[in-house]
């Protein structure tokens, strides 16, 4: 392996490590944001369902207005009926509070049926505030957990960013752009390795998406220090050293 590809392999290390610890984070930060969004669901739920039981209460306290009224109606009436003079008369009020009675007896049960309902809302209102609750004391455990990963791994980041930048220095900045390209497409796995598909034959294949490579390309690894890329996963190629080869360098 030249000194182009040693150089990219380091910045590979590096960059391994770093997009380890941002792949943890990313799922610790969607655990987060996904338990926001319950609890702002559950907080606009609430909200309409307590819009809802106002709405209710208003109506259902018009509601015991005019029973009321009507109850205060036919107290008159019955009063009138004392005073009725004659059958005709008291026949026309008794057919008047008894007209009044059955239409009060209607408000009373839609009356009783808004309270039952009012129950209902209430039960429902009381639910979605304890969801609320669960999912608020989620969300502050998920921030917790993230608050203590990024301290866990502050120092480990900061240290693998320098290294980062000593690494960068030895590459060439047009490859150092394209090995970032494709380090940010493959989570930090910017190079792989070339295998041989067969002992006995030269056929070797790309070992990040096993895709056959052609004898040009190997044979330019092999003799130059240049980068060959993978014309199917875009990754860098390099041969693996051997140990006896690692022993020399």
Do not use: W
């Not at 639910?127 to 990024?150: G, I, N, P, W």
């Not at 490859?175 to 792989?192: C, K, N, P, Q, Y």
Request: contains cysteine; aromatic residues 2%; neutral net charge.
């Amino acid at each position: 392996m030249g000194q182009t590809l040693e150089a990219l392999h380091r910045l590979q290390a590096v960059e391994l490590q770093l997009a380890e610890i941002r792949q943890g984070r990313e799922s610790k930060q969607r655990r987060v944001d996904n338990h926001k969004r319950h609890v702002v669901q559950a907080e606009s739920q609430l909200s309409e369902h307590r819009a809802l039981a106002i709405q209710r209460q208003i109506k259902q306290d018009a509601l015991q207005l005019d029973v009321t009224a009507r109850e205060q109606t036919i107290d008159k009436h019955r009063q009138a009926l004392n005073k009725a003079k004659t059958n005709k008369e008291y026949a026309a009020v008794l057919e008047a509070m008894n007209t009044e009675k059955a239409d009060n007896a209607k408000l009373e049960g839609e009356v009783l049926q808004m309270m039952e309902e009012a129950q209902t809302l209430q039960e429902k209102i009381e639910q979605l505030e304890k969801d609320r609750t669960e999912a608020t004391e989620r969300m502050t455990q998920a921030q917790t957990v993230l608050d203590d990963f990024d301290k866990r791994t502050r120092a480990q980041r900061k240290q693998l960013e320098g290294e980062r930048s000593v690494c960068s220095a030895d590459v060439d900045p047009s490859i150092l752009s394209s090995f970032t390209r494709v380090a940010e497409r493959h989570d930090g796995e910017a190079m792989v390795s070339v295998f041989k598909l067969h002992p006995k034959r030269e056929d070797y294949a790309c070992s990040g998406c096993n895709m056959k490579l052609t004898l040009d390309l190997v044979n330019t690894l092999k003799t130059r220090d240049e980068v060959q890329i993978c014309t199917n996963c875009a990754r860098i190629l390099y041969f693996e050293q051997s140990a006896k080869q690692r022993s020399r360098a």
